[in-house]
């Protein structure tokens, strides 16, 4: 089995940043693609950012594009979100998820295991 710790979460002022962390640990060679998520209570989970093996090809969703960065770092296993000019509908849980392959779902893609979730909320 493959684990997926998130850290970095925290409140923030609209127009702040946060770096969000997730450190993948078991059986990581079952997992290539990585990626984020976001929940709010009582909606639907959202595709947030995305991360190929292959090529290291990142996708985001419109929401996020051009204020979110999604990285990686392969020796240690881990995955970066960099979250810059911050809004209030940035407000969630977000959740690190993996899957080898991901499938391309719609606007996103889907994956097979998933962290604990960390809570970001940003004040106006």
């Known amino acids: 089995q493959v684990q997926l710790v998130e850290s970095g979460g925290g409140s923030v002022q609209a127009g702040g940043s946060l770096r969000l962390s997730c450190a993948a640990s078991?059986?990581?060679?079952?997992?290539?693609?990585m990626g984020w998520t976001r929940q709010v209570p009582g909606k639907e989970r959202e595709f947030v950012a995305h991360n190929s093996w292959i090529g290291g090809t990142t996708y985001y969703a419109a929401s996020v594009k051009g204020r979110f960065t999604i990285s990686r770092d392969n020796a240690k296993n881990t995955v970066y979100l960099q979250m810059n000019r911050l809004k209030p509908e940035d407000t969630a849980v977000y959740y690190c998820?993996?899957?080898?392959?991901?499938?391309?779902?719609?606007?996103?893609?889907?994956?097979?295991?998933w962290g604990q979730g960390t809570q970001v909320t940003v004040s106006s």
């Open positions: 078991g059986r990581t060679c079952i997992v290539s693609d």
């Open positions: 998820a993996a899957a080898r392959p991901a499938r391309r779902v719609g606007d996103g893609y889907e994956y097979d295991v």
